[in-house]
C-alpha cells in the first residue's frame, strides 16, 4: 500500500499557530529519529547499533516485538524510514520531506510504502487500508504537534503519550 499526504506547517492566515522555521523542522525530525520515543505511541526503547553522517541503523522494541530500520538523513530536507521486514510483518519505507513554497509556506510531506497488500478489493481490504491510512495521518499530525512544542522550548525528556 502507497500512501502520501502534506501538512502545512505555517499558516500565515492563522496567527494562533506558531510559526516553524526550516531549521527547527528539522531538528524536530531528527529528535523524532534519534529519540522516537517521544514520539511513538507504545515504543519501549530504541538501540542505536550503528551511525554515521547520514544514517541510524535501529532497533526498536514495542513490547515482545522487535522492528529494526534504517534511518537516512538528507540533512535540511528529508529523512527516510527503511523498515525491514521480518517474521510476516509488514515492512515498507517513510519518507519525510519539507517543501518549502515561499519564504512562509512550509509544509511537511509524508510518503509510505508499505508491503501491506492492495490487490483484494474487498470491503474488509479496503476498510483495513482506509484504518491504516487514518493511524498514519493521526501520527503526523501529532509528530507536527510534537515538534512545535519541542521548538518552543519544551524540555520535558518524557514521552508525551
Not at 513554497?101 to 470491503?123: C, I
Request: glycine share 4%; net charge negative.
Amino acid at each position: 500500500m502507497n500512501f502520501e499526504h502534506l501538512i502545512q506547517i505555517n499558516a500565515v492566515d492563522n496567527p494562533a499557530l506558531p510559526m516553524l522555521t526550516r531549521a527547527q523542522l528539522w531538528e524536530g525530525l531528527v529528535l523524532r529519529a534519534e529519540q522516537p520515543q517521544l514520539f511513538v505511541i507504545g515504543l519501549d526503547s530504541c538501540i542505536v547499533h550503528e551511525r554515521t553522517e547520514t544514517t541510524l541503523e535501529r532497533e526498536l522494541h514495542y513490547g515482545n516485538a522487535t522492528v529494526r530500520d534504517r534511518v537516512t538523513f538528507i540533512p535540511n530536507d528529508q529523512v527516510r524510514y527503511d523498515i525491514h521486514a521480518a517474521d510476516g510483518e509488514i515492512g515498507g519505507s517513510l519518507t519525510m520531506t519539507i517543501e518549502e513554497h515561499d519564504d512562509q509556506q512550509l509544509f511537511l510531506r509524508f510518503e509510505y510504502r508499505t508491503t501491506l497488500p492492495v490487490g483484494n478489493d474487498s470491503a474488509d481490504a479496503r476498510q483495513t487500508q482506509e484504518i491504516v491510512k487514518e493511524a498514519y495521518r493521526t501520527s503526523d499530525i501529532d509528530t507536527v504537534r510534537l515538534i512545535r512544542e519541542y521548538a518552543q522550548g519544551r524540555k520535558d525528556p518524557d514521552p508525551l503519550h
